[in-house]
């Protein structure tokens, strides 16, 4: 019998029965990291399954803790307050570290980089403190939930003891189902459970392989002073026009003799987090899985090729729920990274051009810079991206039903004129690129058919989903004139798979190691037909790597796309 409520009148008993229930679930809601962004992710973008069942995960979670926490049986209750206040305590202790939540891959680093425990702890020591009061809050609260006298419901609860398995095996499903994603923002005392269970699952299963050191150097001279890596956001190849005087992106086409333009590329993947990692992690289409669990980074590269490396993240917080890390990052990585920037307050229509402020600064000061920079561009919702007295097309009101066709693409034609025709007027007009290569794509392109998920779709992936630009902007004359050759044989061919190995060849890195290790580079034409993939790239969740066919000489611009000039609202300046 739990002797601090035994003696107490009921009413007080009913009191602190209450006053406990409401500690437990205000202590998981108030640790939850970025609840409120991720509903408004989920309700902005009408995804009513997702959001029904982040419901149910979430209901289920606070019950199960409820019930964990009254326990009658003490060592069931010590096990279960254990092991949930440590789980919430790890997550705190790590999203104090990174300002990410543990992903399936942050498990999965963290466990091949285990032997360096006693490092970590050396380094992190400080940031102990709220961690361990979050532990002990959470423990204190669970062990001194009072313990019902009525016979029918201990005997219940004890019937239920298994009750925290339940919202742990749901995550895992989730998470087995997304292929590694899908736990954001759930209940930190289970989350972290639920994505173990999962890594360790995988690591048993399929061990990972460490990421392989770089043992080569440069063979030859850098050929570029510094390098400026501009990856979009959901930025469709064939939504940028060069044709003189179009209404679509004219200050793109009044400067089209600035760029090198490739024509339409295909992406490496058709989701944000698969392009991106595929991108810094040196993904090859010959042998994804290995290549991206285990070739050198992009920022080992340009490390050893004499080059300090920045990571801009221009991405709006409301679209990356809250964590620092994005896009598969996990804090091994960001060690090769001496400058991490982003933006966590600043207007969501002015994060480009934050980013081209900082680009600015870094090729500003007089050393060789690498830049990784992930722009905010056209993320859905498109009309969040534009001011909007700066709107061209349409009704002027928000689209928000992804079936309103028409006004979806007027809000997407926007967004590109605002986050890339404005953003590289400015870029081209106020940065000195005369020593700079810039290269810029897109991590996917966007699908509007009715009906169909606008990208990310894991089987059938519709090719709008994988088409990005390819564009190349540098002052340095033979760099320019390899380029334009290479644009001249290659229109309408490249594709991501190609912008690691020219990004090494202009470090210095030997071509022959190069081309084994990684195929063919923007400079040279691919034999291979242009594909992206979708779905798990890292061979957790398959063995092989789902790949769909994208022709990049076919127009796939919808006839609404072209129907807009008509409607334009404000001169083209």
């Not at 019998?1 to 679930?25: C, D, E, F, G, H």
């Not at 390098?227 to 009044?254: C, H, M, Q, W």
């Not at 982003?342 to 810079?369: C, M, N, Y």
């Not at 063919?520 to 034999?527: C, I, N, P």
Request: proline share 5%; hydrophobic share 45%; with cysteine.
């Amino acid at each position: 019998m739990n002797t601090t409520t035994s003696i107490w009148p009921p009413a007080k008993r009913q009191l602190y029965w209450v006053a406990t229930v409401l500690v437990v679930t205000t202590l998981a809601i108030a640790t939850s990291i970025g609840l409120v962004p991720r509903l408004h992710l989920l309700i902005n973008n009408s995804r009513l399954v997702s959001l029904t069942l982040f419901a149910v995960i979430w209901g289920s979670s606070l019950l199960a803790l409820v019930i964990a926490a009254a326990q009658p049986l003490h060592v069931v209750r010590w096990f279960w307050a254990l092991v949930l206040s440590a789980s919430l305590g790890a997550s705190q202790l790590y999203y104090g570290i990174s300002g990410s939540e543990f992903t399936v891959y942050d498990i999965l680093s963290l466990w091949n980089a285990r032997h360096e425990t006693g490092r970590a702890l050396e380094r992190y020591y400080l940031d102990l403190a709220w961690p361990l009061i979050i532990f002990a809050t959470s423990l204190g609260a669970m062990l001194l939930f009072p313990v019902p006298r009525a016979s029918g419901l201990r005997r219940a609860l004890t019937l239920t003891a298994w009750a925290p398995l339940v919202p742990i095996v749901m995550i895992a499903g989730v998470l087995s189902i997304k292929n590694g994603s899908g736990a954001q923002a759930l209940p930190q005392h289970f989350a972290p459970l639920g994505i173990s269970a999962v890594s360790m699952l995988k690591v048993a299963t399929r061990p990972a392989a460490p990421r392989d050191r770089l043992t080569v150097g440069p063979s030859g001279a850098r050929q570029i002073g510094s390098i400026v890596y501009l990856v979009d956001e959901s930025v469709r190849g064939d939504y940028l026009d060069f044709t003189p005087g179009n209404p679509y992106t004219p200050k793109l086409a009044a400067h089209a003799n600035r760029f090198v333009n490739f024509g339409p590329a295909a992406s490496a993947g058709n989701c944000s987090h698969y392009s991106n990692a595929l991108l810094r992690l040196g993904g090859t289409r010959h042998d994804t899985i290995r290549a991206v669990t285990s070739n050198p980074s992009i920022w080992q590269y340009a490390k050893r090729a004499g080059y300090r490396t920045v990571f801009i993240d221009a991405q709006a917080t409301t679209h990356k729920i809250a964590s620092r890390l994005q896009n598969f990052m996990t804090v091994t990585e960001t060690r090769n990274i001496d400058r991490f920037v982003s933006f966590d307050t600043a207007d969501i229509a002015s994060l480009d051009f934050k980013l081209l402020e900082v680009v600015r600064q870094e090729l500003g000061s007089g050393e060789p810079v690498f830049i990784f920079a992930n722009k905010n561009g056209a993320h859905f919702p498109y009309d969040l991206g534009y001011p909007r007295a700066r709107a061209r097309f349409g009704t002027g009101k928000p689209a928000l039903e992804k079936d309103d066709i028409n006004g979806l693409i007027s809000s997407y034609r926007n967004n590109i004129a605002w986050t890339v025709d404005a953003f590289f007027d400015e870029f081209v007009t106020t940065a000195d690129v005369t020593d700079t290569l810039v290269l810029y794509t897109s991590d996917h392109g966007q699908n509007f058919m009715a009906g169909r998920q606008t990208h990310c779709s894991t089987t059938g992936a519709d090719p709008r989903e994988g088409l990005v630009p390819m564009l190349a902007l540098t002052g340095q004359p033979d760099l320019r004139n390899r380029l334009k050759a290479a644009a001249k044989t290659n229109w309408a061919t490249t594709s991501h798979f190609q912008i690691t190995p020219a990004l090494l060849e202009v470090m210095g890195y030997n071509k022959t190691m190069i081309n084994r290790r990684y195929g063919a580079s923007l400079f040279e034409a691919s034999s291979k037909p242009a594909r992206f993939s979708s779905g798990d790239i890292f061979g957790l969740f398959s063995s092989s790597v789902n790949w769909n066919d994208i022709d990049l000489k076919r127009s796939y611009l919808e006839p609404e796309a072209t129907a807009l000039s008509a409607t334009i609202k404000v001169a083209v300046e």
